[in-house]
Nanobody, 121 residues
Framework: QVQLEESGGGLVQAGGSLRLSCAASGRTFSSYGMGWFRQAPGKEREFVASINRSGGYTYYADSVKGRFTISRHNAKNTVYLQMNSLKPEDTAVYYC??????????????WGQGTQVTVSS
């Protein structure tokens, strides 16, 4: 069992930056692939980024490629999402997730409660 808690969301102007963190409980964090997803009002949840267990491989949605960076620190049981050059269309609740694989189509077994990111124009 893994419990996930996101933090770092907030209100930022377009062009600004935020760094989201996701802290995981348990001793097996390094055995999970991790992902970030987001859901805007009235829209379906969408994949944002993912990272494999060691942190050596990452994968991004086209909409965030070149602007967002996912990373992890296994000793701290934490995964991060650095978001730069934010746009109003990035406004959403951001969720982190853990699973046995990684990638946009992987099955994620554990989810956090989400953190709100709002980008003003």
């Amino acid at each position: 069992q893994v419990q996930l808690e996101e933090s770092g969301g907030g209100l930022v102007q377009a062009g600004g930056s935020l760094r989201l963190s996701c802290a995981a409980s348990g001793r097996t964090f390094s055995s999970y692939g991790m992902g970030w997803f987001r859901q805007a009002p009235g829209k379906e949840r969408e994949f944002v980024a993912s990272i494999n267990r060691s942190g050596g491989y990452t994968y991004y949605a086209d909409s965030v490629k070149g602007r967002f960076t996912i990373s992890r620190h296994n000793a701290k049981n934490t995964v991060y999402l650095q978001m730069n050059s934010l746009k109003p269309e990035d406004t959403a609740v951001y969720y982190c997730a853990a699973g046995s694989q990684f990638g946009a189509d992987a099955k994620y077994d554990y989810w956090g409660q989400g953190t709100q990111v709002t980008v003003s124009s």
